[in-house]
């Protein structure tokens, strides 16, 4: 089966950079989706690793340690719109289903 | 152009009764899926249909239907509606049934009282 595993609460200031872990097990690895999602609306994707290491996207980046079951979505230059719940999510059973960790809800504050 | 749409955006109804949630996309994706959303925010998936084909069936309970008419629209029946199904559903789609981005839907608000 799969768990997947991140912090329930961040608070973060306008500006700064917050690193957002997932950590996941599964049976069979098939990639690490993050998405974002604002209240009230519906999740939007923001990254897809499948190989070990660092992907930048502008001011988000995302990580993968396939080995130690681990990703992290980094964001920098924080800013008050980044405010939203962000899903760690890892496709399972041979289609692209979706598993969902419960999300991260990140507060940017001034 | 709305990518993914969902209709209603609200639907507020009494316990027993039966609804449906319509779902339709225009990105020419060939992949849909249902998604329940409860009040802790944990995004579940119920259903998938590839190409008009059930692909994809969670544990959900028989009550829900869903039905895919052709590739761009996939519908959701819920009968005897339950206190428990109160929640957002979202309506997905994707190309193909390989691990790769899904489009969602606004979602619909489902409220039992």
């Known amino acids: 089966g799969q768990n997947i595993d991140q912090p329930t609460e961040m608070t973060a200031t306008e500006g700064a950079i917050v690193q957002i872990n997932c950590t996941y097990q599964?049976?069979?690895?098939?990639?690490l989706f993050w998405y974002q999602q604002h209240a009230g609306e519906a999740p939007t994707f923001l990254s897809y690793?499948?190989?070990?290491g660092l992907e930048e996207k502008g001011r988000f980046s995302s990580f993968l340690s396939r080995s130690k079951g681990y990703s992290y979505l980094l964001l920098k230059e924080l800013q008050m719109k980044d405010s939203a719940s962000y899903l760690c999510?890892?496709?399972?059973?041979?289609?692209?289903?979706?598993?969902f960790g419960a999300g991260t809800r990140l507060a940017v504050h001034p | 152009d709305t990518a993914v749409s969902q209709t209603p955006k609200y639907l507020v109804t009494q316990m027993g009764n039966d609804k449906s949630i319509k779902c339709e996309q225009n990105?020419?994706?060939?992949?849909m899926y249902w998604y329940k959303q409860d009040s802790k925010k944990f995004l579940k998936i119920m259903f998938s249909?590839?190409?008009?084909?059930?692909?994809i069936n969670e544990t959900v309970p028989n009550r829900f239907s869903p039905k895919s008419p052709d590739k761009a629209h996939l519908n959701l029946h819920i009968n005897s509606l339950e206190l428990g199904d109160s929640a957002v559903y979202f309506c997905?789609?994707?190309?193909?049934?390989?691990?790769?981005?899904?489009?969602f839907g606004p979602g619909t608000r489902l409220t039992v009282t």
């Open positions: 999510a890892v496709p399972s059973g041979g289609y692209n289903k979706l598993i």
């Open positions: 997905a789609s994707s190309q193909g049934t390989v691990p790769y981005e899904q489009y």
């Open positions: 249909y590839n190409n008009k084909e059930l692909i």
């Open positions: 990105l020419g994706h060939d992949t």
């Open positions: 690793n499948v190989l070990d």
């Open positions: 599964t049976s069979g690895f098939n990639g």
